[in-house]
């Protein structure tokens, strides 16, 4: 899976709170002048996050006026403080980095994980 910034910034925003829509992503993340941004932004937003779904990094719920919201799926991923060992190539010893919040999954038996 390749992730990009947008991608984890939505994971960000969705550590940070429970659920959100998907226009409420597109404020934080971009910050539309008008209404006409806010839809192009909110796209890129659908886009992605139907991308997370697939890989059941976030899941949705919809409410009963009618808006879906997502939120982190935490049989998938693991979110907390950890250390990341980094061997630079060429080197011979590597550093342990310290990192305040940790992202950790499994995408076909492969370990991702990034800071933030």
């Known amino acids: 899976m390749r992730m990009d ?4 910034l939505i994971l960000s925003l969705l550590s ?10 597109a404020k934080q993340i971009f910050q539309p ?11 890129v937003i659908y886009y992605r996050l ?5 890989y059941r990094l976030v899941k949705e ?4 006026d009618g808006k879906k919201y997502y939120f982190l799926d935490f049989k998938n991923i693991i979110l907390g403080k950890g250390f990341v ?4 190539v060429g080197v011979k010893r590597g550093r ?9 999954f ?3 038996k492969i370990c991702h994980s990034f800071g933030f």
């Open 50 to 54: 139907h991308k997370l779904l697939e």
């Open 16 to 25: 940070k709170n429970k659920k959100l829509t998907t226009s409420m992503l």
């Open 106 to 108: 499994m995408d076909n």
């Open 96 to 104: 342990r980095i310290f990192l305040n919040k940790l992202f950790v």
């Open 5 to 8: 910034e947008v991608d984890i």
């Open 33 to 43: 002048k008008n209404n006409h941004e806010l839809t192009n932004v909110n796209s």
């Open 61 to 64: 719920t919809e409410r009963k």
């Open 85 to 88: 060992y980094v061997k630079p």
